[in-house]
C-alpha cells in the first residue's frame, strides 16, 4: 500500500512497516517535516503522535524500516533487535567481481582516527566484534566497469557495517562517498562541491544498498517483510553486456 509519504508494508494497531525511499535521512533536520521519516511518520499518525524507530537505516540506504506504534510494542521490539534475533537481509551492489560464491567477513570495527570525517569507522585489531554474511548472486559487466550482485546478512548490528566490510573485502558498494573508491567525496558532498566527474565515479546518485528482507518471531508468531528496491538498482543489475554476464543461483 502506498501514500504520498512512503510505502507502506504493514500495519496493525501495534506495528508499522514501511519501505523507505533512498536519500531520506530516519531523524528530523532542519528541513520541513517531509525531509526526514520520522517527519513524514508523524504527518501519517498525527503530529503529537510518539515515533518508534525500531530499526534505522543510512540516508541513501533504502529498504524495510520497522515502527512500533504503541511503546510497550516497541520495547518488545527493540528487544527481539538487540537480542539479535532478527534475520536480516541486503542487497549491494559493488565494484569489481566477487570471486567467492558466498563468505564470512569477520572484522572488528571502531572509529577511523585518522580520517578526517568524524563519523567514519575502519576495520581495527580492537575495535568491536563485527560479522557479515554474503553470497554472491550475480557477477556482470557493463559499460562502466565489472560489478557483482550480492546478498548480505549482518550477524552483528555496527554503525556503517556493511558499507565497511564489504570495502575490506575488496569491493565496495557503488555510489558509497565514505566507503567508496574515493573517500575524499564525502568531504565534497557536504560542501556542495561534487563535480560532474565525481558523479560519474559514484555512477549512482545514492548507495546501492537496499534493505530487502526482515524475518522475525514475535508474540508467538513470524513475520517476514520483504520491500522491493528502486527501479534504479534493478535497472542496474538487468542493464549488462549480454556477452559478460554470469548468472548464479542457489
Not at 531523524?27 to 504527518?43: F, I, N, V
Request: charged share 30%; glycine share 8%; aromatic share 8%.
Amino acid at each position: 500500500m502506498a501514500s504520498d509519504l512512503f510505502e507502506i508494508l504493514h500495519e496493525d494497531d501495534d506495528l508499522l512497516v514501511i519501505n523507505k525511499p533512498a536519500g531520506l535521512v530516519c531523524h528530523p533536520t532542519k528541513g520541513d517535516e517531509r525531509s526526514s521519516l520520522a517527519g513524514r511518520l508523524r504527518l501519517y499518525r498525527g503530529v503529537a503522535e510518539t515515533v518508534h524507530l525500531i530499526n534505522r537505516l543510512d540516508r541513501e540506504t533504502s529498504g524495510v524500516v520497522c515502527v512500533g506504534k504503541t511503546d510497550v510494542a516497541a520495547r518488545e521490539l527493540r528487544r527481539l533487535w538487540e537480542s539479535r534475533e532478527v534475520e536480516k537481509q541486503y542487497w549491494a551492489i559493488v565494484h569489481g567481481h566477487v570471486k567467492k560464491a558466498e563468505g564470512l567477513v569477520d572484522a572488528p570495527l571502531g572509529a577511523d582516527e585518522v580520517s578526517e570525517v568524524m563519523v567514519k569507522d575502519c576495520v581495527r585489531p580492537d575495535g568491536h566484534p563485527s560479522r557479515t554474511r554474503f553470497w554472491t548472486q550475480w557477477r556482470f559487466e557493463r559499460a562502466e566497469g565489472k560489478f557483482s550482485w550480492l546478498r548480505v546478512a549482518p550477524e552483528t548490528g555496527r554503525k556503517h557495517q556493511i558499507r565497511i566490510h564489504l570495502q575490506h573485502l575488496g569491493h565496495p558498494i557503488v555510489g558509497d562517498k565514505l566507503y567508496g573508491l574515493d573517500a575524499s567525496l564525502y568531504l565534497k558532498l557536504t560542501k556542495g562541491e561534487l563535480t560532474e566527474t565525481d558523479r560519474k565515479l559514484l555512477i549512482l546518485e545514492n548507495q546501492a544498498l537496499h534493505a530487502h528482507t526482515v524475518r522475525f518471531v514475535w508474540r508467538g508468531s513470524g513475520y517476514e517483510f520483504v520491500a522491493e528496491p528502486a527501479d534504479v538498482l534493478v535497472d542496474f543489475i538487468e542493464t549488462v553486456n549480454d556477452e559478460e554476464e554470469e548468472l548464479y543461483s542457489e
